[in-house]
């Protein structure tokens, strides 16, 4: 069974750029979570989609965004990039909503410039 | 308040020892308690999980032990392994009207042969 995959790995923006993350859930995982991490900042929450809606939002600002389709593949978008975007964007998929049984992407890598 | 407190930050035991971490919260309103391990350049992977009317779990060389009263647990890693090295996050999931997964900011493992 495929894990979660997400593209790209690797990619270099610069300022003020946008960039479009993508992540394709394990098959008959129907809710897909979006994490930031960044070293000593563990794991913020960016949001939750189950069936194409969002059901939770984490406390970042509107430049964040995100939507499900209906096959549940996911993507996360980033507008007017910032230095501070720098991370490690982890998707992560489960069976179902709320559980705590994430199973993670190995996640796509930011440098912003 | 919902928050997870994870401690220690960093943590070195030797080959062979017990490798402890320890988590707190504050909310009743937890209602599962993962833990996840992550490896660099990987996604985080669930290790072990407890629900809070069991005291302890155990899974191989990992324990998770539960306290309900002091509203704390912690995980035990007995004859730790340079393979071990990692970073751990504990996390809880809020059964609050706003259901979410709450993680500590993780515990940075290193094993000594």
């Known amino acids: 069974k495929a894990g979660v995959t997400q593209t790209p790995r690797y990619l270099i923006k610069t300022r003020g750029q946008q960039v479009t993350l993508s992540c394709s859930p394990i098959s008959g995982h129907r809710s897909v979570s979006w994490y930031q991490q960044t070293p000593g900042q563990g794991l913020q929450f960016l949001f939750e989609?189950?069936?194409?809606?969002?059901?939770n939002k984490g406390n970042f600002p509107g430049r964040f965004s995100g939507r499900q389709f209906s096959n549940s593949r996911s993507e996360m978008n980033v507008s007017t990039l910032e230095l501070g975007d720098s991370a490690l964007y982890l998707c992560?998929?489960?069976?179902?909503?709320?559980?705590?049984?994430?199973?993670f992407g190995e996640g796509s890598r930011l440098t912003v410039l | 308040q919902q928050q997870v407190k994870q401690s220690p930050q960093s943590l070195i035991v030797q080959k062979g020892g017990i490798s402890i971490i320890n988590c707190a919260y504050e909310?009743?309103?937890?209602?599962?308690f993962p833990w996840y391990q992550q490896f660099p350049g990987k996604g985080p992977a669930l290790l072990i999980a407890?629900?809070?009317d069991v005291s302890e779990k155990k899974e191989g060389r990992f324990t998770i032990s539960f306290n309900k009263s002091a509203k704390q647990f912690s995980l035990h890693i007995m004859d730790s392994q340079p393979g071990d090295s990692a970073t751990y996050f504990c996390a809880a999931t809020y059964a609050g009207n706003n259901r979410k997964l709450i993680w500590g900011l993780g515990t940075s493992l290193a094993v000594n042969p």
């Open positions: 407890i629900r809070p």
């Open positions: 909310n009743t309103a937890f209602d599962y």
């Open positions: 989609y189950f069936s194409e809606t969002q059901r």
């Open positions: 992560a998929s489960s069976r179902g909503q709320y559980t705590g049984e994430l199973f």
